[in-house]
Each structure stands twice: as C-alpha cells, then as structure tokens.
C-alpha cells in the first residue's frame, strides 16, 4: 500500500485527535521523503479525486492550533465531495473569497471554515452545519454508525444511501478518526474511495478491516453516481463592466450599451475555459427585463442569464427610472407644497390635485417649478406625467366628442386663470390645442363662442 506522498506524515497524523493516521501506517522508519511538486497544470476536475492532505500548496494552511497536513483528511474530503457533487456555484466561491472553480482546494475551504470560527483549537469541526453556510448547495444529513462491520453488509447499507441521493464521508482506520469520501460501491462489495492520505481508490486494499462504523451523510446538486466531468458545474457569470448608463428619464427603455460580463466554467470537450461577452450578445445571453417600468420611476433589477446548454447561470445589476421634466399634473389628495429648498424652507405654495405644472429640473426625488411667480422645489412622488397625445379640436376631454362637457371645462379654466398664479393651470397642453377652437393660439373668450355655434 502506498500513502499518499509522505509516508513519514505518521507521526504528525497520531497527533491529531480527529484525523489520526490509518492503523496500517505504523513508523518503521525514520527518514521522511521530499513532499510531492505541486501540480500546476491540471484542472480541478483533472485532479479533486487524488487531493491529498500532504499536498505543499496548502498542507499548511491552519486549522485551529493544527494544520491540513496534520488533521485535514475530513475537510480534504468534504472539499473532494464538493467537487464531486458538483455544489461549488457563484455563491459558495463568493463565500469562500474566490472566483473561480480552478482556485478551490482543501486549503481554500480550511480557510473558509476558519472565517466562520468553524475549528477547535485541535482542528475537528465545531458545527456539522458549517459546510452549508460555506457551500449552500451542500445539506449534512446525519452522523451515524453502520449497523454491520462484515463488507457485504456495509456495501449494502452504502447503496441504500447513496440511491437515496447521500454523499458518504466515512471513518477508514481502527482507533483512529482518519475520515475518506466513498465515491461508489461495486457489485461485489468493493468500495472505490477517495482518501486523503493514501494513494489507492481500494477501500480493502488500503484498509482489509474495512470502515469503522461512523459516517457523515450529505446530499449536495448532484447524487453521488454523477461524475463531476460530466456536471458542466462551474459555469458562473460576473459582471465585468456595467453598461454606460443605468440611469433612464422617464418613459426611456434601458440601453445595455458598454455592459459586458465574463462567464467561466468546465466542460469535458473544453476544459476549463473563460470568456467575456457583451450583455446583449443573443446566442447565449438573455436579458430580463420584466421588472422594469419606464413610466413609474424608481429602482429595477435587470437580469442577465447565460444559457450553455447544459448549464444555467445569472447575474443582476440595478438601474434607475428618474422623474423627467416637462408636464405634470397633481394626482394627490394631499396638499403638493412647494417648498424654496429641496423638502424644506418656506413654503412658496401648495397645489391642490389636477394643478398642472411644469417641471423644469429633476433630481429624482424633487422636481423644480420655475415660473415669474413660483419658483421651488416639490415631491415628484406626488405628481404624474401627463399625456402627450394630441387631441381633436374641441374635444378637450378625449371622450369623442364636443360637447357640453368640454365647454365646462373651458370655462373653468378661465375662470382659474385669472386666480392661479402663472405656472399653474388646470388644463394641460395638449387640452389647450384642442380647447383653441379658432385656433389663433390662445385660448380665451372667443373660444367659448365657437364651442357655443358648434353645440
């Protein structure tokens, strides 16, 4: 049999009260080899089943007052089965203080467990928890024992659990607590593992007394039958640059122009790849804008969603709906006040529902009246756009007809013209074209006698 890389780490596993060293890797010699050269050049995918705890590029990573190399064959394998099973999304990479799936490792993962305060001081895992709050796409379902010890009986105990959708991470030596992930049960009772500190997927061969009795249950994206080449799981999707704008006036649909995001993941034909796109691109790239409302100003989520085929993934970034000048009428019960300062200051009137006004600048929450006799500031919140259509002459209602109605309101806004100050009014202008009957551009008297001749 043959240990993983270091076969003097012995003494440094006995150490360790929660990832003792297998029984079969007692000292018989003193000398311990050179650690392995790190592997630079192979993907993740390429690699997680043989991830060593003794691995130099993280074997030192802390733990508590340990280390990985001393007693981190249960995180090395909890790092193994979220590789495996393919939980590792934005999120969990996000969680983990990276951004891509080629950085994980056993020592990204010690890490992240050290920033949830997830170590004892001798490395064994506080919290069964914790894994979810790193990786949520991974659940723990229980710490149990094995009814049977006999190798039939316990690969068909593994079966049952792993039809049911349960990732195994399993105790392998007597006496000890040394902790390996059970990739897949044969037929015939073997048991392929993953094991951090031995080089061979033989269970029996590594260990011929078989498990010790307890394990760890977790379900993560995908049940442990599935191989992690065939998953496609890292497609993740960033924004790389936001688009020019992401503030529109009123009425204005959204322009993606200059957004681009990145998209990475890994494919079995492809590797591992990495590729950055424009937001609109169509082939693989969707946009989501049900959300947004060009007419209610305010704040709207857009959504961009790239689609591999096999793979989805999404992203969002906020954008806003500002209030525009021009036309506005009062659509509040509540008296609109005109204020000197932006929703302070002296009061420079109050408008009463219907008032149109015209705003002359914005700043999204406060639009400006500008008049010869109002000048200030009023909630945008309590006016609304009006209509920029024109209507026929004389049908200044836009019911379809001219008749007494449209008189009525003809007069009433003679009658408040001379009460309103100027920059108020109570027809708008699309209802003062149709209400200039003569059409001499103004509205006045000789207006009511042609509505007059005409009803």
């Known amino acids: 049999m043959q240990h993983k890389k270091i076969l003097g780490v012995l003494a ?29 050049s192979l993907s993740v995918y390429d690699e997680y089943r043989e991830w060593s705890q003794l691995d130099p590029r993280w074997s030192e990573t802390p733990m508590g007052g340990t280390t990985v190399r001393r007693s981190g064959c249960l995180v090395t394998s909890l790092a193994i089965m979220a590789v495996h099973s393919g939980s590792i999304d934005s999120t969990a990479l996000a969680n983990m203080g990276i951004s891509n799936i080629e950085e994980f490792n056993p020592g990204v993962l010690a890490n992240a467990y050290t920033n949830a305060n997830g170590f004892s001081y001798d490395g064994a895992i506080v919290s069964w928890g914790t894994i979810s709050t790193i990786v949520p796409n991974i659940t723990f ?10 190798k039939t009986a316990v690969a068909e105990e593994l079966k049952a659990l792993m039809a049911e959708g349960w990732h195994i991470i399993a105790r392998v030596n007597n006496g000890g607590f040394h902790w390996a992930y059970i990739e897949s049960v044969g037929a015939d009772g073997s048991v392929t593992m993953c094991d951090p500190a031995v080089d061979t997927h033989d269970l029996y061969e590594a260990y011929p007394n078989g498990l010790q009795g307890e394990y760890w249950m977790l379900k993560g994206t995908n049940p442990p039958g599935a191989s992690a080449g065939e998953q496609e799981a890292s497609l993740n999707i960033e924004i790389a640059s936001m688009p020019d704008r992401t503030i529109f006036q ?26 950055t796109v424009d937001m609109a691109e169509s082939d693989i790239i969707s946009v989501d804008l049900s959300a947004y409302d060009a007419k209610t100003p305010g704040e709207y989520e857009i959504v961009i969603t790239a689609d591999t085929g096999s793979a ?38 109050t ?26 500031w009023i909630d945008m919140e309590l006016l609304e756009k009006t209509e920029d259509h024109l209507h026929e002459k004389g049908d200044i209602n836009n019911d379809g007809n001219v008749d007494k109605y449209d008189l009525s309101l003809l007069n009433t806004y003679l009658q408040q013209k001379e009460e309103l100050p100027n920059g108020v009014s109570v027809l708008t202008a699309v209802q003062l074209y149709s209400a200039d009957l003569n059409c001499d551009g103004i509205v006045n008297l000789e207006d009511v006698r042609e509505y007059l001749m005409l009803i």
């Open 141 to 150: 379902g229980a710490d149990r024992y094995f009814q049977n010890t006999e």
């Open 12 to 40: 440094a596993f006995v150490t360790a009260a929660y990832c003792a060293a297998p029984a079969a890797m007692a000292v018989e010699t003193a000398e311990i080899p050179s650690p392995v050269t790190a592997i630079q």
């Open 250 to 275: 009123y009425g204005e649909e959204p322009d993606l122009t200059g957004g681009t995001i990145t998209l990475s993941g890994n494919d079995p034909e492809n590797g591992s790849w990495t590729k």
């Open 312 to 349: 989805k993934a999404s992203v969002s970034f906020k954008v806003n709906v500002c209030h525009s000048i021009g036309e506005y009428y009062v659509n509040s019960e509540e008296p609109a006040v005109v204020y000197s300062e932006q929703g302070d200051g002296a009061v420079q009137y």
């Open 351 to 376: 408008l009463k529902k219907g008032n149109i006004i015209h705003i002359a600048a914005s700043d999204g929450k406060y639009g400006y009246i500008a008049s010869t006799e109002i000048s200030g």
